[in-house]
């Protein structure tokens, strides 16, 4: 386990955000840099994980930080600064470059390796077939949704919020990170969250502080919440019976935010919990303090 602490935000401008971001960015930049401390995030440096890249010892003005498109977090640890790479599941093993800005405008380059990891695969057998091979007048509702998601993903509040994560409730988890999944043996896009079984109507809990960037139905995801938790790490619910906050609303580790269900392409009640970072979902067990949820009680 790597310990973090956040040490000054980024500048990112807000351009083409919605004024609701720009309120929450301006709500946020009154936490101050001690109450952002990060002691929580893993290194694995594979595709679906986190690779934590030295970018040197700690200054006054931080670095920005690209990969590609991608605005790359940093943070600090031991008076040593660290960028935080969220690597897309489709990602090549091998080198990968990051583009460095630092604080006296000077540009330099650093090569971080992804190493390859084997996920396995997972066949469900889906019985509403509309659900696997969407009709038309589906694929006009997927593809509008895509570009929201699209959107939700790449937004990131400047400072960061979270000190800690909790599982969002307690179950045995169902289906884990990255499988392989096939629906009615068509291959379609690999698992980018975890299943965690619960009954219908079981409470869903903010795993951490944060801000939720969207809610809404989704056609794929059912019932869903998107919490940014700053610097581009986010949580992401999905399938839900009942939805408790608005896009907007600033919630705490702990608090009630909906409950499991089954709404959208599912088999039964669980929550699929996914963890985004700098865009791209990541395995939720690396910015978790254990591998297993709590038993249920
Ligand atoms: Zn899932």
Redesign the pocket.
Known sequence: MNHYRLSSSSSRPLTGLTALWLCASLWLAGITAAQADNTFIEASAVPGGIAIVELGPATDSQPSVRWGKRTIAVMESAGQLQALVGIPLSTEAGPQQLSIVDADGSTRTLTFTVTPFQYEEQRLTISNKRQVNPAPVDMDRINAENKRLKVVKSYRAEQLIADSFDWPLAGPVS?PFGLKRFFNDQPRRP?????IAAAEGTPILAPADGLVIDTGNYFFNGNSVFIEHGLGLQTFY??MSRIDVQEGDRVSRGQLIGAVGQTGRVTGP?L???VGLNGTWVNPLLVLPSEAPPAVR
């Open positions: 289906s698992h980018g969250g975890i299943d999905a399938h669980h699929h919990w996914s």
